[in-house]
Nanobody, 123 residues
Framework: QVHLVESGGGLVQPGGSLRLSCIASGFTFSIYAMRWYRQAPGKERELVASISDSIMSSSRPLYYLDSVKGRFTISRDNAKNTIYLEMNSLTPEDTAVYYC????????????WGQGTQVTVSS
């Protein structure tokens, strides 16, 4: 049974940093590309960052939302079945529920989601 569990969210002041984690279980983690999404109140869910699988070579980031480039870093540790999202220079516009997701092996859309972790950037 696939499970994705996020952690690391919280309240942070503008300019601060947070590191989100997502622990995966129930599948062979290294062969799946993984993603971070976010959804702010009243807005649609958006893709924040994605990272490749590790089938042929070391994983690498595949995508960053324009507004987070240079501030956020996605990474993974296959030994720990975990992906991370390092977030720096946070702004109130980064306030959202952040979700990790597993990209489907047969398509481009995610097939499993975590429950989300709240990130609030406010002074």
């Amino acid at each position: 049974q696939v499970h994705l569990v996020e952690s690391g969210g919280g309240l942070v002041q503008p300019g601060g940093s947070l590191r989100l984690s997502c622990i995966a279980s129930g599948f062979t983690f290294s062969i799946y590309a993984m993603r971070w999404y976010r959804q702010a109140p009243g807005k649609e869910r958006e893709l924040v960052a994605s990272i490749s699988d590790s089938i042929m070579s070391s994983s690498r980031p595949l995508y960053y939302l324009d507004s987070v480039k240079g501030r956020f870093t996605i990474s993974r540790d296959n030994a720990k079945n975990t992906i991370y999202l390092e977030m720096n220079s946070l702004t109130p516009e980064d306030t959202a529920v952040y979700y990790c997701a597993r990209r489907s092996a047969t398509g481009v859309d995610p097939d499993y989601w975590g429950q989300g972790t709240q990130v609030t950037v406010s002074s």
